[in-house]
């Protein structure tokens, strides 16, 4: 498997016994395919999800994986914990173990967290100028006052990251409950970001990440994404 972009003739030769030599000559041949179509091109770029075969032989044929779960509290953010269950010890599926999380949640966070094999879409996922919103359900301590609201939508200066959090925005359900929704994802954020009115979350459970929501999925379930699904993970302004 590759996981960033490279010339096909170096991933055939880095894969196969054919020297870089010998690709030129199964290019000229129309011997190799990529994604069904034979190539000549030797500058041609694959990925880590191109369909690669010579002479009918496939060489790669990864399939990029998309899967929501809802994260039960107790449960860790890892791939593997010495001593606790980890988001894929739920998973059975025979591609568990090329899966990577794309943003955590706490021990006792429960809700929605994506996994995926592919590096590309998590990267894009977590990248805070993309603006991607976290959709959040929270239940607090001591009520919320007007206070919050604005002071979440300036940002927040964080000493430790030496950083301003991003504009977000909160909603306010009733007294101690509200939906916020944030663009960045530091390490506690929603529970620093209360903590600056020395309000504690007592219960946080993420309901959406972008245009993506659990619905109906119970705590513990997980599915994998439709392609749109995937897709629709990209850049909001
Ligand atoms: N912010 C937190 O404080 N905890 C989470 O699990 C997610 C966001």
């Not at 925005?169 to 409950?177: D, H, P, Y």
């Not at 109906?216 to 994998?224: I, K, M, T």
């Amino acid at each position: 498997m590759i996981s960033a972009r490279t010339r096909l003739d170096r991933f055939i030769s880095q894969h196969t016994s054919f020297s870089r030599r010998d690709v030129r000559l199964l290019l000229a041949q129309s011997r190799i395919e990529v994604d069904g179509v034979a190539v000549s091109d030797i500058q041609k770029i694959v990925h880590q999800f191109s369909q690669i075969s010579v002479d009918g032989v496939s060489i790669q044929n990864n399939q990029p994986r998309y899967l929501m779960l809802n994260k039960p509290a107790g449960v860790v953010s890892a791939t593997t914990d010495p001593q606790h269950k980890t988001v894929l010890d739920i998973i059975d599926a025979p591609f568990r173990n090329e899966l990577h999380i794309a943003g955590r949640l706490d021990y006792n966070t429960t809700g929605l967290i994506l996994l995926t094999n592919d590096g590309c879409w998590s990267r894009n996922l977590s990248l805070p100028e993309n603006h991607i919103q976290k959709h959040y359900l929270v239940e607090l301590e001591n009520p919320v006052t007007a206070e919050y609201a604005e002071l979440f939508a300036q940002g927040i200066y964080f000493e430790y990251e030496q950083i301003t959090t991003a504009p977000a925005q909160l909603r306010v359900l009733s007294e101690r409950m509200v939906e916020l929704s944030i663009t960045d994802g530091r390490y506690h954020q929603v529970k620093r970001m209360f903590g600056r009115f020395q309000n504690k979350v007592l219960v946080l459970h993420r309901y959406g990440v972008g245009n993506l929501q659990l619905g109906d999925l119970e705590l513990g379930q997980y599915r994998e994404l439709s392609a749109a699904e995937a897709g629709s993970i990209h850049r909001q302004d």
